[in-house]
């Protein structure tokens, strides 16, 4: 027996937010493999490739590169560092900041990752056709910097959207400056004092 469907529903896969959190969680699937295989995390593997970038980093700009807090990019750094795959240097300028960067074996492991990670690229580049310039990695990318953090970088339309959230205790991500100063005045009108 089939249930009815409601005739108010659509497709979630018409949405570009579903579908495109549907293809991240399939890349992240091969991509842990893929990780695994050489033994590290994904989670490893991410700081990896962003340290593969050839820059040296410290924990907060790992952070934010990783999509995690400076704490949690310093416990993976650490595991990492145990493994060999990075090591810890010096800022040229500030004695408090130490940044990390790729061992030669963490070079190594990056490069091979990269080979396989670009071959599976190609391939889904292929499947996808020309119909995208051939480049699907470009066109999401380009996607992603236009919306810059979801709001195509209009800091407005983002405070709008903030005050507008009707579950304010756990929040996806951290608001734009101005988001953030529109949330704490609401907070303050709200409580009566201005």
């Known amino acids: 027996m089939e249930l ?33 295989s050489h033994g590290v995390t994904l989670s490893q593997f991410l700081l990896l490739q962003v340290l593969g970038e050839g820059q040296p980093l410290s924990n907060a700009q ?43 074996a963490g070079w190594d492991l990056v490069q091979a990752c990269t080979r396989d990670l670009r071959a599976h690229e190609r391939r889904l580049t292929e499947a996808v056709g020309d119909d995208l310039g051939n480049s699907i990695v470009g066109v999401l990318d380009h996607a992603a910097r236009e919306l810059a953090g979801g709001y195509f970088g209009d800091d407005e339309a983002e405070a709008e959207a903030v005050s507008r959230r009707q579950i304010t205790s756990r929040p996806r991500h951290v608001p734009s400056r101005l988001a953030a100063s529109r949330l704490k005045a609401l907070d303050r009108e709200a409580g009566g004092t201005a």
């Open 4 to 36: 009815e469907r409601d005739p108010r529903g659509e497709p979630a896969t018409d949405r570009l937010n579903y579908t495109a959190y549907r293809l991240g969680r399939a890349l992240d699937r091969f991509t842990e493999n893929l990780a695994l």
């Open 62 to 104: 790992l952070g934010r590169r990783t999509f995690v807090s400076a704490q949690a990019a310093h416990l993976v750094a650490n595991e990492l560092l145990e493994l060999g795959l990075v090591e810890r240097g010096s800022h040229p300028t500030n004695r408090r900041i130490r940044l990390i960067q790729l061992t030669e």
